[in-house]
Antibody, heavy 117, light 104 residues
Framework: EVQLVESGGGLIQPGGSLRLSCAASGLIVSSDYMSWVRQAPGKGLEWVSIIYSGGTTYYADFVKGRFTISRDNSKNTLYLQINSLRAEDTAVYYC???????????WGQGTLVTVSS | SYVLTQPPSVSVAPGQTATITCGGNNIGSKSVHWYQQKPGQAPVLVVYDDSDRPSGIPERFSGSNSGNTATLTISRVEAGDEADYYCQVWDARGVFGGGTKLTV
């Protein structure tokens, strides 16, 4: 059974930094494509970033160099480093396994990031 | 950037058929995926690659895609199908539609 468990969210001041984690079981993070998707309160889903099995990474345009996706193969864990946080980054952040045609077939329960002073 | 357009809401009576559309420029040339999201829960993939269903998804959920419109069809709608539904494609990055709230 595939399980993805996110952690690391919380209340952070504007301009701050946060590292989100996604611990995986039932799949191998380094062998799969893995994405982050976020959802602002009361809003729709928004794709954030992907890391391919080969290590190539891509980001949504709004990231503008502030986010970094990475993984620790020994811990089978995916990460999202978020810097220069803004109020509009407030959202639930989900990690998701990504199929080869871009669908998200397994999702974590999400971790809430609240950016506020 | 690629844009997907969904109606904000769809209402249907129990037992009837719900149709949720997803519009995009020549979307028929892309693989379309659909997600169901209930309040406070993570999204669930209900249809992928236009019309395939993951294991565990009822046959009542089906999809089609042609021209500029993809469609998610839910037959014999049940109260438990009430949720937000999102279409999605991969266009060098993940692209989601704005979501459709299905009211039963």
């Amino acid at each position: 059974e595939v399980q993805l468990v996110e952690s690391g969210g919380g209340l952070i001041q504007p301009g701050g930094s946060l590292r989100l984690s996604c611990a995986a079981s039932g799949l191998i993070v380094s062998s799969d494509y893995m994405s982050w998707v976020r959802q602002a309160p009361g809003k729709g889903l928004e794709w954030v970033s992907i890391i391919y099995s080969g290590g190539t990474t891509y980001y949504a345009d709004f990231v503008k160099g502030r986010f970094t996706i990475s993984r620790d193969n020994s811990k089978n864990t995916l990460y999202l480093q978020i810097n220069s946080l803004r109020a509009e980054d407030t959202a639930v952040y989900y990690c998701a396994r990504t199929g080869d045609r871009g669908y998200f077939d397994y999702w974590g329960q999400g971790t809430l990031v609240t950016v506020s002073s | 950037s690629y844009v997907l357009t969904q109606p904000p809401s769809v209402s249907v009576a129990p037992g009837q058929t719900a149709t949720i559309t997803c519009g995009g420029n020549n979307i028929g040339s892309k693989s379309v995926h659909w997600y169901q999201q209930k309040p406070g829960q993570a999204p669930v993939l209900v249809v992928y690659d236009d019309s395939d269903r993951p294991s565990g998804i009822p046959e009542r959920f089906s999809g089609s895609n042609s021209g500029n419109t993809a469609t998610l069809t839910i037959s014999r709608v049940e109260a438990g199908d009430e949720a937000d539904y999102y279409c999605q494609v991969w266009d060098a990055r993940g692209v989601f539609g704005g979501g459709t709230k299905l009211t039963v």
